[in-house]
């Protein structure tokens, strides 16, 4: 159980295009998910956390302009990278826990690359 | 300055050892969790600690979090090749943070 996915895993793109990410919870409702981004060989930086049916919470220096964040629904968040550009590029990974659990589970992560 | 602080940041050795890594904060946590996370994957949640001085035993691994909630450290005991990874500890403060990580590398 608790299984993440994402879509697509890896994705290139040419600078000032925009990039939509996927994050979808398969066999549980996720009333939270979080989306993290990973520069090589350095840990998750939290991005923003996203509720359900509200808007996404940014942390300090994330561009909630660039990075828009949509959690319409209890299985699935969003992620679009807007005008992305070379500096964007890194992996993104999701994540999603249920309603009173401190535990989060992870997808298995994008990679974006843009050229 | 990290939340979280895991050491060491690297360490390589020979399959058979034993090894332990520390994670450590001056801040107390409702609850911290190990990861262990692979090139291109997202981490694989691993345990969960919650109350101070708690051990968890998984297999080889043994977890122990401070009694104070501030601290954690993860043996490893007869590391094996697939050991091989990086871990992550995650302290829950309200919000979940991550230490740096780190990345053990077991030769065969």
């Known amino acids: 159980g608790a299984v993440v996915s994402q879509h697509p895993s890896r994705v290139i793109c040419k600078s000032g295009t925009s990039v939509k990410i996927e994050c979808r919870s398969l066999d549980f409702q996720a009333t939270t998910m979080f989306w993290y981004r990973q520069f090589p060989k350095q840990s998750l930086m939290l991005m923003a956390t996203?509720?359900?049916?509200?808007?996404?919470?940014?942390e300090q220096g994330v561009e909630k302009d660039k990075f828009l964040i949509n959690h319409a629904s209890l299985t699935l968040s969003t992620l679009t990278v807007t005008s992305a550009h070379p500096e964007d590029s890194s992996f993104y990974i999701c994540s999603a826990s249920v309603s009173g659990g401190n535990e989060q589970f992870f997808g298995p992560g994008t990679r974006l690359t843009v050229l | 300055t990290q939340l979280l602080e895991q050491s060491p940041q690297f360490l390589s050795i020979q399959e058979g050892e034993n090894l332990t890594v520390y994670c450590n904060s001056s801040s107390v946590f409702s609850s911290l969790q190990w990861y262990r996370q692979e090139p291109g994957e997202g981490p694989v949640l691993l345990v969960t600690?919650?109350?101070?001085?708690e051990v968890k035993k998984l297999k080889r691994l043994t977890f122990q979090f401070g009694d104070a909630r501030k601290d954690s450290s993860l043996h490893i005991t007869a590391a094996q090749p697939g050991d091989t990874g990086l871990y992550l500890c995650?302290?829950?403060?309200?919000?979940?943070?991550f230490g740096a990580g780190t990345r053990l590398t077991v030769k065969p």
């Open positions: 996203s509720n359900e049916g509200s808007k996404a919470t940014y």
């Open positions: 600690v919650v109350t101070g001085g």
């Open positions: 995650a302290g829950d403060n309200n919000d979940m943070r």
